[in-house]
T-cell receptor, first 114, second 112 residues
Framework: AQSVTQLDSQVPVFEEAPVELRCNYSSSVSVYLFWYVQYPNQGLQLLLKYLSGSTLVKGINGFEAEFNKSQTSFHLRKPSVHISDTAEYFCAVSDRNGGFKTIFGAGTRLFVKA | DGGITQSPKYLFRKEGQNVTLSCEQNLNHDAMYWYRQDPGQGLRLIYYSQIVNDFQKGDIAEGYSVSREKKESFPLTVTSAQKNPTAFYLC???????????FGPGTRLTVL
């Protein structure tokens, strides 16, 4: 069965520094990959998604992610973070073998310090 | 504006009571989902529905029930059989089951 691992539960970083949030998944057969952001006491909103095509995906708010099939990874990056990026970030995967049910990672809390 | 609404935002329940959480979408999506979120545990799927009048159990369906009588609506009932119902509940919908999900603002349920 598909599984999603977000390797860091919390990532503290200073404002204007780069950040990478890591995500690995277990199966590489026909996967679709997503990153969502959740601000406190709100629902999730989509940052970016990979369905096919270019392995480098650009999303909203200056975020991007790279699909690496050989390493089964989909890490999220931003070259310069802002205080307003403080939030929880979720990686999600759906695949044909799992009946396209979407599996979410446990989340990574990004804390941007001034 | 198209989107998903959940009500109420906050809900308090006494032990032994059933409560129903509302979820409505006007995105014309076929698939709808209910998730439970606890601190440090991410999202856990309670129930999902791919079409009207049909739904399937997710990973933690015990103590919950749903209905899907209309495409736009997918209410969740938290029954007295749910032993630890205090949590943040999120409803979502998607056009296709493998595609991005659109989330509501959530309902925070507290059992007193």
């Amino acid at each position: 069965a598909q599984s999603v691992t977000q390797l860091d539960s919390q990532v503290p970083v200073f404002e204007e520094a780069p950040v990478e949030l890591r995500c690995n998944y277990s199966s590489s057969v026909s996967v679709y990959l997503f990153w969502y952001v959740q601000y406190p006491n709100q629902g999730l909103q989509l940052l970016l998604k990979y369905l096919s095509g270019s392995t480098l995906v650009k999303g909203i708010n200056g975020f991007e992610a790279e699909f690496n099939k050989s390493q089964t990874s989909f890490h999220l990056r931003k070259p310069s973070v802002h205080i307003s990026d403080t939030a929880e970030y979720f990686c999600a995967v759906s695949d044909r073998n799992g009946g396209f049910k979407t599996i979410f990672g446990a989340g990574t809390r990004l804390f941007v310090k001034a | 504006d198209g989107g998903i609404t959940q009500s109420p935002k906050y809900l308090f329940r006494k032990e032994g009571q059933n409560v129903t959480l509302s979820c409505e979408q006007n995105l014309n999506h076929d698939a709808m989902y209910w998730y439970r979120q606890d601190p440090g545990q991410g999202l856990r799927l309670i129930y999902y529905s791919q079409i009207v009048n049909d739904f399937q159990k997710g990973d933690i369906a015990e103590g919950y029930s749903v209905s899907r009588e209309k495409k736009e609506s997918f209410p969740l009932t938290v029954t007295s059989a749910q032993k630890n119902p205090t949590a943040f509940y999120l409803c979502a919908s998607s056009m296709r089951e493998w595609d991005e999900q659109f989330f509501g603002p959530g309902t925070r349920l507290t059992v007193l």
